[in-house]
C-alpha cells in the first residue's frame, strides 16, 4: 500500500511554469512505477508522464512532449512533473498515481494508487 499526495498546483499564466510534486509515503517494499495524469471538466482523464522507480525510463502523451519533464527522487521518496510553457488547453486537476507495474504509456487501468489530485489552470 502506499499513499500520495499532490502539491504544487495553481494559477499561472499561458507561458508561464509550474512545477508539481507528488510524495509517496507508507511501508513498502517494493518500487513502484509513477505517474501523471490530468483531467478537465467534461473529458475523460488522460496519461500525460510516466517514470520508473528502479530506471531512469520516462514517458509522455504527444501533447506535452518537449514542455513537460517528469523525474523522481527516491531518497524523498517523491515525483515530480516540470511544466513549462503552459497553455490554457493544459488547465486540468492533475494525478499522481502508482503501479507495481512497469512504466509506460498505458491508461489509468494501469495504476493501482491515486492521489486526490490538484489543480492546475493556465489562463490567457
Known amino acids: 500500500q502506499v499513499q500520495l499526495v499532490e502539491s504544487g498546483g495553481g494559477l499561472v499564466q499561458a507561458g508561464g511554469s509550474l512545477r508539481l510534486s507528488c510524495a509517496a509515503s507508507?511501508?513498502?517494499?517494493?518500487?513502484?512505477?509513477m505517474g501523471w495524469f490530468r483531467q478537465a471538466p467534461g473529458k475523460e482523464r488522460e496519461f500525460v508522464a510516466a517514470?520508473?522507480?528502479?530506471?531512469?525510463?520516462?514517458y509522455y502523451a504527444d501533447a506535452v512532449k518537449g514542455r513537460f519533464t517528469i523525474s523522481r527522487d527516491n531518497a524523498k521518496n517523491t515525483v515530480y512533473l516540470q511544466m513549462n510553457s503552459l497553455k490554457p488547453e493544459d488547465t486540468a486537476v492533475y494525478y499522481c498515481?502508482?503501479?507495481?507495474?512497469?512504466?509506460?504509456?498505458?491508461?489509468?487501468?494501469?495504476?493501482?494508487?491515486w492521489g486526490q489530485g490538484t489543480q492546475v489552470t493556465v489562463s490567457s
Open positions: 507508507g511501508r513498502t517494499f517494493t518500487s513502484y512505477a
Open positions: 517514470v520508473s522507480w528502479t530506471g531512469g525510463s520516462t
Open positions: 498515481a502508482a503501479t507495481l507495474k512497469v512504466a509506460g504509456t498505458y491508461g489509468p487501468s494501469h495504476y493501482s494508487y
